[in-house]
């Protein structure tokens, strides 16, 4: 099973940048999706989970900017990020609780982290 994603880049103060990560492999199910960042010199942090009936959490320093979604046919968790700002720049690191068989319990995994820099 891997994670995937795309989307990260180099943005200026106040614009906006899509995220998207999509989970490949095999597997019984999805549960939750997030997304956390991690800035140089800091803690991993959570920015956004989404269940897998769509019920979201958000930390409160992206709350009214940032959009968490996913797309279960697709595997796929998506992070609409608007109204940028330096404290953004981070690695943006997708996770799945992915459940891999029937009588399995779900495993935490990880994508790679994809680079989110915004310019003031």
């Known amino acids: 099973v891997q994670l995937q994603a795309f989307g990260g880049g180099l943005v200026q103060a106040g614009g906006s940048l899509r995220l998207s990560c999509a989970a490949s492999?095999?597997?019984?199910?999805?549960?939750?999706m997030g997304w956390y960042r991690q800035a140089p010199g800091k803690q991993r942090e959570l920015v956004a989970t989404v269940t897998r009936g769509g019920s979201t959490n958000y930390a409160d320093s992206v709350k009214g900017r940032f959009t968490i979604s996913r797309d279960n046919a697709k595997s796929t968790v998506y992070l609409q990020m608007n109204s940028l700002n330096s404290e953004d720049t981070a690695t943006y690191y997708c996770?799945?609780?992915?459940?891999?068989?029937?009588?399995?319990?779900?495993?935490?995994?990880w994508g790679k982290g994809t680079q989110v820099t915004v310019s003031s």
């Open positions: 492999g095999t597997f019984l199910s999805i549960n939750d």
């Open positions: 996770n799945a609780v992915i459940r891999l068989r029937y009588y399995s319990n779900g495993m935490d995994y």
